[in-house]
């Protein structure tokens, strides 16, 4: 069946007249009225009561007027998917991704994305969180992903996953004799801690001030801005830290570090996904938010 003919068919009804359905569709009434005696003849029933004040349906025409509008639809929709299907297959994604959730959390999902969608580029680059935000305002990236969340009104984030943040030590030397400690001994303790400057640094304040502890005043015998740098050297024993359970599962599981409660604390690491505001997402960008914020994602 011609489909041309089944919506110039199907306007022709919707406008009651030949003339103003050709006009709608851009063609000449002669054209149009082939195009529905074309119609009648490949079906073999006349659709079309023809007067001077317009056309009605016939009953053979009325059904296939509903019929028609069904398929129209579905045609269409099936063309949006189409070119839905086209840039998702061929488009590309500027990642910018904060090294705690490249190092932990994300290559996983990356992989499990391009495994879906293998035809689409994603560019990903790591760098820290402040740095994701600035790359976000000046276009260098579309998507970020970053420790903590954005109250900027420029900026649309969804939280993105939440991890428990742990006291550690190394279980070859140990700086606490018990398993559970109060706030204020948290003073007396070694600690390898993030750089001031870092948003890291940042949250671990924002989470400790509501039990009056003042992250600056803890005993800090270094600073680094990689949680991996920290995490080394709390393993071989050289502080304590906090940590997020994401970064030391393993460490935890084969007996590497050991984990001191602190009365009271309950302590959470969060991750967002961000973009701009007024940034008008492609087809491909949209799938990827929707992704990662699934249980399709498969954090690593």
């Not at 073999?44 to 025409?61: I, S």
């Not at 969608?117 to 276009?139: F, G, M, W």
Request: some cysteine.
């Amino acid at each position: 069946m011609n489909t041309e003919a089944l919506h110039a068919y199907y306007e022709t009804l919707q406008m009651k007249s030949i003339s103003k359905a050709a006009q709608k569709l851009h063609m000449s009434q002669p054209a149009l009225s082939m195009q529905l005696q074309t119609l009648e003849r490949e079906l073999g029933y006349t659709l079309l009561h023809r007067t001077n004040r317009g056309v009605t349906a016939t009953e053979e025409g009325q059904i296939v007027f509903e019929y028609a509008k069904n398929v129209l639809e579905l045609l269409d929709d099936m063309d949006n998917k189409l070119k839905k299907h086209a840039e998702l297959k061929y488009s590309q994604i500027l990642l910018g991704t904060c090294p705690t959730l490249a190092e932990y959390l994300i290559p996983c999902s990356l992989y499990s994305f391009k495994e879906k969608y293998p035809h689409t580029c994603i560019d990903q680059k790591t760098v820290a969180s402040r740095e994701v935000i600035e790359s976000l305002k000046n276009h260098t990236i579309q998507i970020g992903l970053i420790n903590g969340t954005s109250k900027n009104p420029e900026i649309v984030c969804h939280e993105l996953f939440t991890s428990d943040i742990h006291l550690v030590m190394s279980a070859k030397r140990s700086f606490v004799d018990k398993e559970w400690i109060q706030p204020e001994e948290l003073y007396r303790l070694p600690f390898v801690l993030p750089t001031k400057s870092s948003r890291t640094r940042s949250l671990l304040q924002q989470e400790l001030h509501p039990f009056g502890i003042d992250v600056n005043q803890l005993q800090t015998k270094l600073e680094f801005d990689y949680l991996e740098s920290i995490k080394s050297l709390v393993v071989s024993g050289k502080g304590m830290a906090f940590l997020p359970y994401m970064a030391i599962k393993k460490e935890l599981y084969t007996d590497m570090l050991k984990v001191i409660r602190i009365e009271g604390m309950d302590l959470k690491w969060r991750c967002s996904l961000i973009h701009l505001a007024k940034k008008q997402l492609h087809q491909t960008e949209k799938e990827f938010i929707r992704f990662l914020t699934s249980k399709e994602r498969g954090f690593c």
